[in-house]
């Protein structure tokens, strides 16, 4: 999605919206402050940030002791594991598309279905064994140096300062972390399992399966960013047309009603006080043992406690619509 990230963390101000689902920080003369003189994303970083640390003084045991989802992945599936490997270790890493790639040939079989690794251009993710769990390890990191969108886009220095600035301070960390924590009894939001608040990292659970992107790829299209960086045409498309295209693969893929079952998940999880705003194919996967439906990536959203609450839900709704034509298809997100 060509949303940037500024887009939500400079905004005009907003009374914040309560959910009563979690509880809200207090005001005071900093927060005021801070609204006045250094704009929105510093109020709505301490929003987040405060969630999380009154999580954190809860004890960490809470995160480890959430039961597993459906699709999460036992360890002793992994070849290593199940060979006798059992201590903490990095077992794959995941690249730009979303497609993992094993650091022992023996797990190769069983992580690896591609054979090129497409270099990320922004975070690290990593499929881990913590603590007897199969978690995915995602570092929060900015652009790498000539990082590229959509194939072949260069980023623009601007957005590059910008995202480096707020990685430093931990606003995307916190962000995620904040609306997991809100998430967690959703049985649809991979589960946080752990948070490392020097190293800009959180753990979640991982749920192995095919994402909605991967499915459109089936129709033999050029879809992932590897793909569509070698066809000339489709380089030159602005990135909705490239999303609007996606979703029409996806449809002569045969993927069923997902239509549906994203309206769904989207009013579970806009009750709960979190407006996804980073939504593209990619961050939906069908779980590869039930094929549930799965919502990944929240670290571009709105919290509930956050100024422009109501506006950028009413953003998100209408992001849903642009994608996916939800009312046309009898699907309304309200």
């Known amino acids: 999605m060509a949303f940037k990230p500024a887009a939500i963390l400079f905004t005009s101000e907003r009374s914040a919206t309560r959910t009563g689902l979690v509880p809200s920080a207090p005001a005071g003369a900093l927060e005021i402050f801070l609204r006045r003189f250094t704009g929105e994303g510093?109020?709505?970083?301490?929003?987040?940030?405060?969630?999380?640390?009154a999580a954190l003084r809860d004890g960490p045991e809470a995160l480890a002791a959430a039961p597993a989802l459906d699709d999460a992945l036992p360890p002793e599936s992994i070849p290593s594991v199940a060979s006798g490997w059992r201590q903490d270790r990095v077992l794959a890493e995941i690249d730009q598309d979303g497609f993992a790639f094993a650091l022992d040939p023996m797990d190769e079989p069983f992580f690896n279905r591609r054979q090129q690794k497409t270099t990320r251009q922004q975070n690290k993710l990593d499929i881990a064994l913590v603590d007897g769990r199969v978690c995915v390890r995602k570092r929060?990191?900015?652009?790498?140096?000539?990082?590229?969108?959509?194939?072949?886009?260069?980023?623009?220095?601007?957005?590059?300062?910008?995202?480096?600035?707020?990685?430093?301070?931990?606003?995307?960390?916190?962000?995620?972390?904040?609306a997991l924590l809100r998430l967690r009894d959703l049985p649809f939001v991979p589960r946080l399992r752990k948070i490392d608040v020097a190293g800009r990292?959180?753990?979640?659970?991982?749920?192995?399966?095919?994402?909605?992107?991967?499915?459109?790829?089936?129709?033999?299209?050029a879809v992932h960013d590897a793909d569509v960086h070698k066809d000339g045409e489709l380089r030159g498309l602005p990135p909705h047309q490239l999303e609007r295209r996606e979703v029409e693969l996806l449809d002569?893929?045969?993927?069923?009603?997902?239509?549906?079952?994203?309206?769904?998940?989207?009013?579970?999880?806009?009750?709960?006080?979190?407006?996804?705003?980073?939504?593209?194919?990619?961050?939906?996967?069908?779980?590869?043992?039930?094929?549930?439906?799965?919502?990944?990536?929240?670290?571009?959203?709105?919290?509930?406690?956050?100024?422009?609450?109501?506006?950028?839900?009413?953003?998100?709704?209408?992001?849903?619509?642009?994608?996916?034509?939800?009312?046309?298809?009898?699907?309304?997100?309200?």
Request: hydrophobic share 40%; glycine share 8%; proline share 3%.
């Open 42 to 53: 510093a109020f709505n970083l301490l929003r987040a940030k405060w969630e999380v640390h």
């Open 201 to 221: 990292t959180l753990y979640m659970d991982y749920i192995p399966g095919e994402s909605l992107r991967s499915q459109a790829a089936r129709t033999g299209a």
């Open 252 to 334: 002569r893929a045969g993927a069923g009603d997902f239509r549906r079952e994203i309206a769904d998940m989207s009013r579970q999880i806009n009750a709960r006080g979190v407006a996804p705003l980073d939504i593209k194919l990619g961050n939906f996967s069908r779980g590869a043992r039930t094929g549930r439906l799965y919502w990944f990536d929240f670290e571009i959203c709105r919290l509930g406690s956050q100024p422009r609450w109501e506006a950028d839900l009413l953003l998100q709704r209408e992001l849903l619509e642009q994608m996916f034509d939800l009312t046309a298809r009898g699907h309304v997100v309200v």
């Open 140 to 178: 929060f990191r900015s652009y790498r140096l000539g990082a590229r969108r959509w194939g072949n886009r260069p980023v623009p220095a601007r957005d590059w300062v910008h995202r480096s600035v707020w990685v430093s301070l931990g606003f995307y960390m916190y962000s995620e972390a904040a």
